[in-house]
């Protein structure tokens, strides 16, 4: 009689153990899996996603930015400046500064939410933990400025490239204080010194970065722009779904700084065709790839065709 009673609990600890180990699992909290991406949450300030190939790096101290983007251990996307959304905004009163900029390095973002999903679950998450899952949502919601702003990024099942939709909402003040936005800005490395942008009815333009003179230069309306490096035998493929109207002579423009080739879209945003309460969006596919000098622009106009439907 002991002996079954004995049995029967250590039968009941295995049944256990595997309840919890099957719930770990099932809240994404697990890396020992075939899924595509994981999410690691360390420290207090960053948070990191990657696959096989590609690792992406947001920063809290950053209102929940893109810090890197590393394509097969290779940097695509650096920390020398800010990356994401930018506002330039007449500053509040009781802030006490003239500084115009508001949002990501910048500060001055009031970040009201950040949320991870996974597989369509939202998650809890803290320092230490580690989800994952095949398909990884990034929602954020803030004000900038007289803007509020939601960028989503999403990383799909196919595991190398990253979809950013940034989404923006017209406040009370916002004739008063606004005068430009910069919808996407990435701080491209140095190394990717080849760039090759594909313009509205199949034009093309070609030029060079890297010159770390500050110049700034494309300053086009584009459907697509490709960076390369010969060096580290890499690429980036940044893209809209369409050829969407820049301001004025700056359009999307490549400033040439020391550290890195910042790539800019800015917007024809007019104040007086906006009302409070009004939205509107962009949306860009960044999908690094690996390639010789001889073919990387073949590779990334093989890349490009992205078009998004909104949900």
Not at 92 to 112: I, M
Not at 169 to 196: G, I, P, S, T
């Amino acid at each position: 009689m002991k002996k079954t009673r004995i049995w029967r609990h250590i039968a009941y600890m295995w049944f256990l153990l595997l309840f919890w180990v099957s719930f770990e699992s099932g809240c994404g909290k697990s890396s020992d899996s075939n899924e595509v991406w994981s999410v690691h949450i360390v420290g207090v300030d960053s948070l990191v996603v990657e696959s096989r190939n590609l690792l992406v790096d947001f920063s809290k101290s950053q209102a929940w930015t893109i810090r890197n983007i590393k394509y097969m251990g290779k940097e695509i996307v650096g920390e020398h400046g800010a990356n994401g959304t930018v506002v330039s905004a007449e500053p509040k009163k009781e802030l006490n500064t003239t500084d115009r900029w508001h949002g990501t390095g910048h500060g001055k973002e009031d970040v009201s939410s950040f949320t991870v999903v996974i597989d369509n679950i939202p998650q809890e998450f803290h320092a230490g933990m580690t989800f994952s899952g095949n398909e990884i949502k990034l929602r954020k919601e803030s004000i900038m400025g007289s803007l509020g702003h939601t960028a989503e990024i999403t990383f799909p099942k196919t595991g190398d490239y990253i979809i950013e939709k940034h989404s923006y909402l017209v406040l009370d003040d916002f004739k008063e204080r606004f005068y430009f936005v910069y919808a996407f800005m990435h701080c491209n490395a140095n190394v990717l010194n080849q760039w090759l942008a594909l313009l509205e009815g199949g034009k093309e333009l070609e030029g060079k970065a890297g010159k770390q003179d500050n110049s700034f230069s494309l300053q086009q309306d584009i459907k697509a722009i490709i960076f390369y490096g010969e060096e580290p035998g890499k690429g980036v493929v940044y893209e809209y779904p369409e050829v969407y109207k820049g301001a004025g002579t700056f359009k999307n423009s490549i400033w040439d700084r020391e550290h890195d080739n910042k790539l800019y879209f800015r917007p024809d945003i007019t104040v007086n065709d906006f009302n409070p309460g009004d939205r509107f969006e962009f949306v860009m596919k960044v999908t690094p790839f690996p390639a010789q000098p001889n073919d990387w622009k073949e590779k990334g106009r093989s890349l490009t065709g992205f078009e998004f439907i909104l949900p």
